[in-house]
Nanobody, 125 residues
Framework: QLQLVESGGGLVQPGGSLRLSCAAYGFTLDYYAIGWFRQAPGKEREGVSCINHSGSSTNYADSVKGRFTVSRDNAKNMVYLQMNSLKPEDTATYYC??????????????????WGQGTQVTVSS
């Protein structure tokens, strides 16, 4: 069964850090671009960050630029989202998504084939 599983969420104080992980099961991530998304209650889902299949290119939403870092370890079939200087407005359920994409220069996609179940991040004092 092909699936993505996120982990690493939790409760953190403002200014704190968390590292989210996205593990793939049933397929190899080598050929897949990954997107990180988040959705807060009552709000639309928004894109947070993207990384291409090799990890050579990344992209970030303006709201997280300079605070979040996306990376991947294809040997471990894992993608990570390091989140620093967290703010209350970062509170949301975070999802990773994957789509097969090998074109050079393509980082973020309009559609993804596989989605994880999400992990909750709460930033509060």
């Amino acid at each position: 069964q092909l699936q993505l599983v996120e982990s690493g969420g939790g409760l953190v104080q403002p200014g704190g850090s968390l590292r989210l992980s996205c593990a793939a099961y049933g397929f190899t991530l080598d050929y897949y671009a990954i997107g990180w998304f988040r959705q807060a209650p009552g709000k639309e889902r928004e894109g947070v960050s993207c990384i291409n299949h090799s990890g050579s290119s990344t992209n970030y939403a303006d709201s997280v630029k300079g605070r979040f870092t996306v990376s991947r370890d294809n040997a471990k079939n894992m993608v990570y989202l390091q989140m620093n200087s967290l703010k209350p407005e970062d509170t949301a359920t975070y999802y990773c998504a994957a789509a097969m994409e090998l074109r050079v220069g393509v980082v973020c996609l309009n559609e993804y084939d596989y989605w994880g179940q999400g992990t909750q991040v709460t930033v509060s004092s």
